[in-house]
């Protein structure tokens, strides 16, 4: 069973910066497109960054520019590097293969809090 473990979370005045780090296990790592999601109270999950088995990325418009994410395939590791953070990035992360992948749960993520 594919398990996925983020970290990096934390306290951050607005201005600072961020790297979340997403640990898989399973041969699904190499093979697949990967996403960070977040998901603020009261708001639907959302895709914010994604990258490809071969390294192409996308990313939502509110974070472009600011988040970039990265993956290193030999450690099964995705990361978020995410600079000029703004207290609306207020959120819990996650990782998750993008398109989702049946039978890939949510971990517990890693709560980010960007103070004004």
């Known amino acids: 069973q594919v398990q996925l473990v983020e970290s990096g979370g934390g306290l951050v005045q607005a201005g600072g910066s961020l790297r979340l780090s997403c640990a898989a296990s399973g041969s699904i790592f190499s093979i697949n497109a990967m996403g960070w999601y977040r998901q603020a109270p009261g708001n639907q999950r959302e895709l914010v960054a994604a990258?490809?088995?071969?390294?192409?990325?996308n990313y939502a418009d509110s974070v472009k520019g600011r988040f970039t994410i990265s993956r290193d395939n030999a450690k099964n590791t995705v990361y978020l590097q995410m600079n000029s953070l703004q207290p609306e990035d207020t959120s819990v992360y996650y990782c998750?293969?993008?398109?989702?992948?049946?039978?890939?749960?949510w971990g517990q993520g890693t709560q980010v809090t960007v103070s004004s």
């Open positions: 998750n293969p993008s398109p989702r992948v049946a039978g890939v749960y």
């Open positions: 990258i490809s088995s071969g390294g192409s990325t």
